[in-house]
């Protein structure tokens, strides 16, 4: 589908016409949150991906364990921080009183009732801050369409940060003891490979290869930081980690934690 197409749609669609949204598209979503927005398409990307949460977790069949604990408003307010900081030729945000509009790739986004930060406030008041008339798209009722829309624009580089992790993969990298006592270090802050090289005794190839491993697992990512190797925990990788080890759906805290007695006992 091309913006104009996206764009009829959206002008002709009703509620009747609604598309029922996956709880896999949100998981989905959910790890787009942590995508670097360097340029228009990845910006896209995000604001799309915020949109289908924002309108995810208003739906009554909505996973109450998933709703409870997401907190897409945060990701919005620091991706908007972000290009306030760093803004992008082709993107424009409006801070009004009530409602916040980011205006990207030919589609205008909003979200309501965001945390009013230092760097919100300053920009508010600025004559960066110009004033967007809504443009009537309501892109929360197409969030499914707009979402793939986007999806569509996804770079090569990009869909392989979203790829899923293989959590067996993983756990057996986790099971040497010296790759574990790495991402433990990293599980607090990034490291330059200097860094870890004084923090830890191991000798120099036994932590290249184990950060390798790491990498390799895709559960820490390697960056370069003015020509230096830098190493931090992918959130993509933990996030899809931690939705292992959630309570089934469907179960309350309580059956969850009756579970938990009989199976000690």
């Given at each position: ?22 709880e896999e598209d ?27 949460l ?38 424009s ?24 930060t ?62 574990f ?17 004084k ?17 390799g ?9 003015d ?27 309580d ?11």
């Open positions: 589908m091309v913006l104009d197409e996206l764009i009829d749609y959206i002008q002709n669609l009703s509620e009747v016409d609604v598309t029922e949204l996956e949100a998981k989905l979503a959910h790890r787009m949150a942590y995508l670097p927005v360097a340029d228009i398409p990845s910006a896209l990307v995000f604001f799309a991906a915020m949109n289908f924002n309108a995810y977790v208003k739906k009554p069949y909505a996973d109450p364990h998933f709703r409870k604990r997401y907190m897409f408003k945060n990701d919005v307010t620091r991706g908007l921080e972000s290009l306030i900081q760093h803004p992008l030729s082709g993107l945000i409006y801070m009004a009183k009530d409602v916040n509009y980011v205006s990207v790739g030919g589609l205008q986004f909003s979200f309501h009732n965001l945390e009013k230092q760097i919100l406030r300053d920009y508010s008041k600025s004559e960066m801050n110009i004033v967007q008339e809504w443009t009537g798209l309501r892109l929360q009722s197409a969030a499914k369409q707009v979402f793939d829309y986007a999806m569509g624009l996804v770079s090569v580089e990009m869909k392989e940060m979203l790829r899923s992790v293989d959590p067996i993969e993983i756990f057996k990298v986790l099971s040497d003891p010296i790759c006592s790495l991402y433990q270090a990293l599980c607090k802050k990034d490291y330059l490979e200097s860094e870890l090289m923090q830890f005794t191991y000798d120099r190839p036994s932590i290249s290869h184990r950060m390798n491993e790491l990498v697992c895709r559960l820490v990512i390697k960056s370069n930081i020509s230096l190797l830098n190493y931090g925990v992918n959130p993509m990788a933990q996030d899809q980690i931690e939705d292992l080890f959630e309570p089934r759906k469907g179960k309350t805290d059956e969850v934690a009756k579970f938990h007695v009989e199976v000690s006992r």
